[in-house]
């Protein structure tokens, strides 16, 4: 999973505010830390969204220092995530990622849609008409 390495700061209302180290225009805000940390993915998912909807590349996570706490997207956003900057990498657009697949291109919209339940395979399969393998472990 792609782990964003995050500041958390109490905020002047008693609450904690969540910057991003590799969004800097991204903030997120919660009561506790723990609450803040959860509200940080959505705020994550939404910068991840608008890069999308620029048409530009995912920032990739930078190394958090040691001890610093990290946001991560969810497993299926991350494969979302590297197959776009894959598609983006390669001068692809969706239109020739469709006709790769031999699918409508809805369905390639879907695939990087982060709030859409895409299916592993179909990531996959996308990945693989791009010459990459997706790579999927248990640690």
Not at 45 to 51: D, G, L, N, P
Request: charged share 25%; hydrophobic share 45%.
């Amino acid at each position: 999973m792609l782990c964003y390495p995050v500041t958390l700061t109490p905020d002047t209302n008693e609450t904690q505010l969540v910057a991003f180290v590799d969004f800097p225009d991204v903030h997120s805000v919660g009561d506790t830390a723990d609450g803040a940390l959860c509200e940080a993915v959505d705020g994550l998912r939404t910068a991840v969204e608008m890069y999308m909807d620029d048409r530009r590349s995912v920032p990739l996570p930078s190394a958090p220092a040691v001890g610093q706490q990290t946001v991560a997207l969810p497993a299926m956003e991350t494969a979302k995530v590297l197959l776009w900057n894959e598609m983006l990498a390669q001068k692809l657009r969706k239109a020739d990622l469709a006709r790769l697949l031999d699918v409508y291109q809805p369905q390639v919209d879907r695939l990087f849609d982060l709030r859409h339940s895409s299916k592993v395979d179909q990531i996959e399969q996308a990945a693989l008409v791009m010459g990459r393998r997706l790579n999927v472990e248990l640690v």
